[in-house]
């Protein structure tokens, strides 16, 4: 049975920094690459990054993070990272962690979402 969990969400002020983790377990961990989507209430799903399986490639980023999110994983560890800096109000939503169908990103990462874990709430104040 495959788990995806998440971590790390709540509430910080504007211009601060939180630390998301996603811990997977039920499959190899290191044969797939791992992407990060938020959504809002009355939002679209966003994705946010994907990181090819092995880390070693720089993360593709959507232009709303880009420069203020990193994204990482520990292999050895099973785990996804997020770091997210420069926090703005609008970057409250839920974010979740994902596994991709494959092990390496494509522009379609997020429509070949393998599977979701159940969300950590970010809550940004001004």
């Known amino acids: 049975q495959v788990q995806v969990v998440e971590s790390g969400g709540g509430l910080v002020q504007a211009g601060g920094s939180l630390r998301l983790s996603c811990k997977v377990s039920?499959?190899?961990?290191?044969?797939?690459?791992m992407g990060w989507v938020r959504q809002a209430p009355g939002k679209e799903q966003e994705g946010l990054s994907c990181?090819?399986?092995?880390?070693?490639?720089?993360?593709h980023y959507s232009d709303s993070v880009k420069g203020r999110f990193t994204s990482s994983r520990d292999n050895a560890k099973d785990t996804l990272y997020l770091q997210m800096n420069s926090l703005k109000p609008e970057d409250t939503a839920m974010y979740y962690c994902a596994t991709v169908r494959y092990a390496n990103c494509r522009d379609s990462w997020t429509r070949d979402i393998g599977y979701w874990g159940q969300g950590t709430q970010v809550t940004v104040s001004s």
């Open positions: 990181i090819e399986w092995s880390g070693g490639d720089t993360p």
């Open positions: 039920g499959l190899r961990f290191d044969n797939y690459a």
